[in-house]
Structure formats: structure tokens, C-alpha cells
């Protein structure tokens, strides 16, 4: 098999997995998804390899800066500690284990509250802001999902033009 071809088809599985990395944050998502471009780019040696590796670079990066934006900001407006988001995120990687399918969210919610019942010492108050860090943190993996999806599209007809045209 062409070295090209398998990188391809290697550069495409791990792009696939950069985008779920985004969803469950115990796979690297953004990261994985830029590595992956430069490696498809090294391969194919050509200018629609570096073109790709430019656009889905600014994309995925764009994504992850603003899915930490998003919810750093909401997190401080609210006065929601990052160690309550780390405990979430602690109990959700458990979760992920103890409950098949939807552990990792469930732990993530539970964890939070925890941290924030802990906290404030008011459930009613605890409930509020760990609604508004679920919020602020879904927000956030939507828009880094949108913008790796955009990067992994951009791939595809990166691919399609460099295979079409050699």
C-alpha cells in the first residue's frame, strides 16, 4: 500500500478521534485533530496539504480558544472556581467507569455540585451555579465541536482534491 494512502486513512482515524476527544474530554480532541493535519501534510508534501494544514490549524485553534473563552468567562462572571469544573471533571473520568454509556456526564454533574454544595453550603445556591457551569461548559464543547468538525471537513476536501488531481 502507497505510504500516502495508509497515512490518509491513519491522519483520518485520529481526526475522527480529535472529534470525539472534544465530546469526552478524556481523548484529546483539538490537539489530536492539528497534530493529525500536520502529519497528513508531511506525508502528501504537496500545496493542498499545507493549505489544509493552515485552514484546519486556524479552525481547531480557533475552536479550542473559544471553548475555553466561553466558559472561563461565564465561570468567572458567576464566581464558579476552576476547582469545582476539576472535581466535575475527576468524578465524570470515574463516572465514566461506574455507569456504561452516560457515566462521564452524570459524574461531571454530580461533581460539581458536590464542589459547589461544599462550597456555598446551600444546595438551592449549589444548584444554580452548577447549572450555570453545565451551560457554560456545553457552550463551550459546541463550539469547539463546530469548529473541529469544520477543521475535519476541511480535510476531507483537502484529501479529495489532492487525490483527484495527482
Given at each position: 500500500?502507497?505510504?500516502?494512502?495508509?497515512?490518509?486513512?491513519?491522519?483520518?482515524?485520529?481526526?475522527?478521534?480529535?472529534?470525539?476527544?472534544?465530546?469526552?474530554?478524556?481523548?484529546?480532541?483539538?490537539?489530536?485533530?492539528?497534530?493529525?493535519?500536520?502529519?497528513?501534510?508531511?506525508?502528501?508534501?504537496?500545496?493542498?496539504?499545507?493549505?489544509?494544514?493552515?485552514?484546519?490549524?486556524?479552525?481547531?485553534?480557533?475552536?479550542?480558544?473559544?471553548?475555553?473563552?466561553?466558559?472561563?468567562?461565564?465561570?468567572?462572571?458567576?464566581?464558579?472556581?476552576?476547582?469545582?469544573?476539576?472535581?466535575?471533571?475527576?468524578?465524570?473520568?470515574?463516572?465514566?467507569?461506574?455507569?456504561?454509556?452516560?457515566?462521564?456526564?452524570?459524574?461531571?454533574?454530580?461533581?460539581?455540585?458536590?464542589?459547589?454544595?461544599?462550597?456555598?453550603?446551600?444546595?438551592?445556591?449549589?444548584?444554580?451555579?452548577?447549572?450555570h457551569a453545565l451551560k457554560a461548559t456545553g457552550?463551550?464543547?459546541?463550539?469547539?465541536?463546530?469548529?473541529?468538525?469544520?477543521?475535519?471537513?476541511?480535510?476531507?476536501?483537502?484529501?479529495?482534491?489532492?487525490?483527484?488531481?495527482?
Amino acid at each position: 500500500m502507497d505510504l500516502q494512502v495508509f497515512m490518509t486513512v491513519v491522519c483520518g482515524a485520529l481526526i475522527a478521534v480529535g472529534v470525539a476527544g472534544v465530546v469526552v474530554p478524556v481523548l484529546p480532541g483539538s490537539i489530536l485533530i492539528i497534530v493529525s493535519l500536520l502529519a497528513w501534510a508531511l506525508t502528501v508534501t504537496s500545496t493542498e496539504g499545507w493549505v489544509v494544514f493552515a485552514i484546519g490549524t486556524v479552525l481547531a485553534g480557533a475552536g479550542l480558544a473559544a471553548g475555553i473563552v466561553l466558559t472561563g468567562r461565564t465561570l468567572r462572571q458567576r464566581k464558579i472556581p476552576g476547582r469545582s469544573v476539576t472535581i466535575g471533571v475527576l468524578l465524570g473520568i470515574v463516572g465514566m467507569f461506574v455507569i456504561p454509556v452516560v457515566g462521564l456526564f452524570v459524574g461531571f454533574a454530580v461533581g460539581l455540585f458536590a464542589s459547589e454544595y461544599a462550597r456555598q453550603r446551600d444546595s438551592r445556591a449549589a444548584l444554580t451555579s452548577s447549572l450555570h457551569a453545565l451551560k457554560a461548559t456545553g457552550l463551550g464543547i459546541l463550539a469547539e465541536l463546530a469548529l473541529a468538525c469544520l477543521a475535519g471537513t476541511t480535510w476531507v476536501i483537502g484529501v479529495w482534491v489532492y487525490f483527484a488531481t495527482a
